[in-house]
T-cell receptor, first 114, second 114 residues
Framework: AQSVAQPEDQVNVAEGNPLTVKCTYS??????LFWYVQYPNRGLQFLLK??????LVKGSYGFEAEFNKSQTSFHLKKPSALVSDSALYFCAVRVRMSSYKLIFGSGTRLLVRP | NAGVTQTPKFRVLKTGQSMTLLCAQD?????MYWYRQDPGMGLRLIHYSVGEGTTAKGEVPDGYNVSRLKKQNFLLGLESAAPSQTSVYFC?????????????FGPGTRLTVT
């Protein structure tokens, strides 16, 4: 069965330091992977996606993600964290046999301290 | 261009009452979705639609009904609300094209059932 896991409930990082939010997946076939961010009392905002091509994907707000097929991972990264990056981050994977349904991870809360 | 909008933003119901949540999108997207978000569980798909006049069940459809009479609108109904339906509800849409699987989300509706 298709699934996506975010092993960390919360990630704490100091402003200016690099950040990583982890995501692993289990799918049949080639994965389509996504990252979303949710600010308090808001809907989810699309950050970036991997469908094919370069394993390093760049997205909004300076975020990037690295697709690693052998480790079935799609970790979200940013070289220098900002306090304003503090939010809830969701990884998602496209469901096989369907071109439109996504399965979301449980979310990781990122806290960037000044 | 408002994107995806949801009404109402907040609602309190008593057990057994009914209500309808309205989602509207102005991006001419074919696909629309209803999710619920509960702490620690990510987003779970309730129902979805791949086009006007068509709907299908998602992961947690029990207790909900939907209708898509117009392409731009997707309604979620609760016929007899239960406390277990206390949640934040998100609507999303996507255009379904081969390279555009990402979904765009509304701001959410916070529903409390007492």
């Amino acid at each position: 069965a298709q699934s996506v896991a975010q092993p960390e409930d919360q990630v704490n990082v100091a402003e200016g330091n690099p950040l990583t939010v982890k995501c692993t997946y289990s799918v049949s076939g080639n994965p389509y992977l996504f990252w979303y961010v949710q600010y308090p009392n808001r809907g989810l905002q699309f950050l970036l996606k991997y469908i094919t091509g370069d394993n390093l994907v760049k997205g909004s707000y300076g975020f990037e993600a690295e697709f690693n097929k052998s480790q079935t991972s799609f970790h979200l990264k940013k070289p220098s964290a900002l306090v304003s990056d503090s939010a809830l981050y969701f990884c998602a994977v496209r469901v096989r046999m369907s071109s439109y349904k996504l399965i979301f991870g449980s979310g990781t809360r990122l806290l960037v301290r000044p | 261009n408002a994107g995806v909008t949801q009404t109402p933003k907040f609602r309190v119901l008593k057990t057994g009452q009914s209500m309808t949540l309205l989602c509207a999108q102005d991006m001419n997207h074919e696909y629309m979705y209803w999710y619920r978000q509960d702490p620690g569980m990510g987003l779970r798909l309730i129902h979805y639609s791949v086009g006007e006049g068509t709907t299908a069940k998602g992961e947690v459809p029990d207790g909900y009904n939907v209708s898509r009479l117009k392409k731009q609108n997707f309604l979620l109904g609760l016929e007899s609300a239960a406390p277990s339906q206390t949640s934040v509800y998100f609507c999303a849409s996507s255009n379904g094209r081969q390279t555009s699987y990402e979904q765009y989300f509304g701001p959410g509706t916070r529903l409390t059932v007492t």
